[in-house]
């Protein structure tokens, strides 16, 4: 287990937006996004609609790339942020971003 350490920009195109991981790059005109590189995979190329759980499932996943998570320690973050008192989504974001390594 680790970090993943695999291509970011195919993250970003998964998601279909900038994930602002590889720094420079993503302001630059080579960001994959802004060439308009569709998403990866054999069949990346098929946009059908997406039901309310792929919604919510993506934001999940989108949260986790941006801040470097792996699912067991974002499940946790979670848990910390429902046990709170107040919104649970505005905890968690602010638990993330407390983080040391987002500071960077």
């Known amino acids: 287990m680790g970090r993943y350490t695999g291509p970011s920009c195919k ?8 994930l602002f ?3 420079d790059r993503c302001y630059m ?3 994959a996004i ?7 995979g054999m069949h ?11 919604v919510q499932l993506r ?9 470097g998570l792996q699912e067991a ?10 046990r709170k008192t107040g919104r ?3 905890t968690l974001l602010q638990m993330l971003e407390l983080r040391l390594d987002s500071v960077a």
């Open 11 to 18: 993250l970003c195109r998964r998601e279909g937006m900038k």
């Open 21 to 23: 991981l590889k720094g």
């Open 29 to 31: 005109a080579k960001c």
């Open 34 to 40: 802004e060439q308009g590189r569709t998403t990866p």
């Open 44 to 54: 990346g190329h098929r946009r059908s609609k997406i039901s309310d759980y792929g």
């Open 59 to 67: 934001e999940k996943q989108r949260l986790r790339r941006m801040y």
């Open 73 to 82: 320690q974002f499940r946790l973050f979670f848990d910390r942020a429902a």
């Open 88 to 90: 649970t989504g505005e």
